[in-house]
Structure formats: structure tokens, C-alpha cells
């Protein structure tokens, strides 16, 4: 009889931290959820109040609890072609400008918050960077100094950030049957092989592209 209470002791408190890790999830600007195991391509460009070229996820991170928690943010570098990629959650800004695996500092979310997870990328050229971000509940064990410990993983989501050309003409891959016909430099002079900087190439089904080698 001990045994059985234990077990369903047990399998109480598992379901009732799997409701926890559950409860914070991450939505869009319209507060409507994004999925455990969801990937999100953003790819409109912006400028900050410097003149620097950024893509915003447009993420957001919402305690759907009543109760206070503890939180951090885990986050996988997993391509990062040029530029760096910053997050500022819960408060500290961090930028990182190398593929790698990553956490934000620890900080608490009000019951029922809904907080901007302030996460770009920062490209230099146009080019791709993907990154996961996994939600860990943490609980508070000190105030002063502030210490916590993990409670468990939430919701992961992963994000493709794209910065291509306006036009639509900087990506060679879009049709996989046409081939290079000719390559160019920026002053006309015809090239016979990929040259760093910006190449001008015409491919057989007649489209002129612009390409980056780096």
C-alpha cells in the first residue's frame, strides 16, 4: 500500500511539472501560440534608430500561469553566415557573433506576462543565420544574492532568419535545372571563375543574378 501511495505521489508531481514547463510558451505579436517543434522563417528586414540593418524574430514569451517563475532562454546558434545575432531577455542584452550553444541570463516573468523576447539577427551582407530557442523554468532559491534552480525544459522553437535580395535575384538555388552560362564582375569584365565581392551571373533560363562570394 506504501508502495502504491508513493507511486502515485510520484506520478502526480510529474504531471503536475509537466503542466508547469508547459504553461510558458512562446506566441506571435497576436498573442496566438507557436507549436513545440515549430520553424518560423522571418525574412523582412528593418533599420534601427543607428541606420543598422536588422531582422527581428517578432517573438514573444507568455507565462500562461497565474504564479510567478523563473526563467532563461537556451539558444542554439546553428548558422550564422556573417553579421551577429542579439538577445535581450528577460533583461540583459548579449550578442554573439559565432555559431555555438548559448543561455540567457536568469530572470522572472510575472503571472500572466507576456514579454517581447527582443531577439535579431544583425547580417552584414545578405545571407542566413538559424538558431533554437528552448524555454527552461527555473525556481528562485535566493533573493540576495539572487540564485535558481531548473525546474524544466519548455517549448522549443527554431528560427530561419533570411536576408536576400530585394529582387529576388541573389539566390542561384531557386531553380534547380538552369545552369551558369557566364559570370561577371562589376565592371563587365566576363570572369572565369567565382571571384570575391559581388559577381554578376547569367544562368540558361535566362535570369541575371547577383551573387555573394566571400
Not at 506566441?27 to 525574412?43: A, H, L, M, P, S
Not at 537556451?74 to 533583461?91: A, H, K, R, V
Not at 540583459?92 to 523576447?117: I, W, Y
Not at 533570411?162 to 542561384?172: H, Q, R, T
Request: charged share 20%.
Amino acid at each position: 500500500m506504501r508502495k502504491l501511495l508513493s507511486t502515485l505521489l510520484l506520478t502526480l508531481c510529474a504531471i503536475h511539472l509537466s503542466a508547469q514547463t508547459n504553461a510558458v510558451i512562446f506566441v506571435d505579436k497576436d498573442g496566438n501560440e507557436i507549436g513545440d517543434g515549430t520553424t518560423i522563417t522571418v525574412n523582412t528586414p528593418t533599420t534601427d534608430d543607428f541606420g543598422i540593418t536588422i531582422i527581428p524574430s517578432g517573438i514573444y514569451v507568455k507565462n500562461t500561469m497565474s504564479d510567478d517563475t523563473g526563467i532563461h532562454i537556451n539558444y542554439n546558434i546553428q548558422t550564422l553566415e556573417n553579421g551577429s545575432l542579439q538577445i535581450c531577455f528577460p533583461m540583459t542584452c548579449v550578442s554573439n557573433n559565432a555559431s555555438g550553444a548559448f543561455k540567457t541570463d536568469n530572470g522572472m516573468m510575472t503571472g500572466n506576462e507576456t514579454r517581447d523576447l527582443q531577439t535579431e539577427w544583425l547580417p552584414d551582407t545578405y545571407g542566413k543565420c538559424t538558431v533554437n530557442y528552448q524555454i527552461e523554468l527555473m525556481r528562485q532559491t535566493s533573493v540576495f544574492p539572487p540564485k535558481y534552480e531548473s525546474i524544466g525544459m519548455g517549448p522549443k522553437i527554431t528560427i530561419n532568419y533570411v536576408y536576400s535580395d530585394p529582387a529576388g535575384i541573389n539566390d542561384i538555388n531557386g531553380d534547380s535545372k538552369a545552369t551558369i552560362m557566364a559570370r561577371y564582375d562589376t565592371s563587365g569584365r566576363r570572369l572565369t571563375d567565382a571571384c570575391r565581392g559581388l559577381n554578376i551571373v547569367k544562368t540558361s533560363d535566362g535570369k541575371v543574378i547577383k551573387q555573394i562570394v566571400r
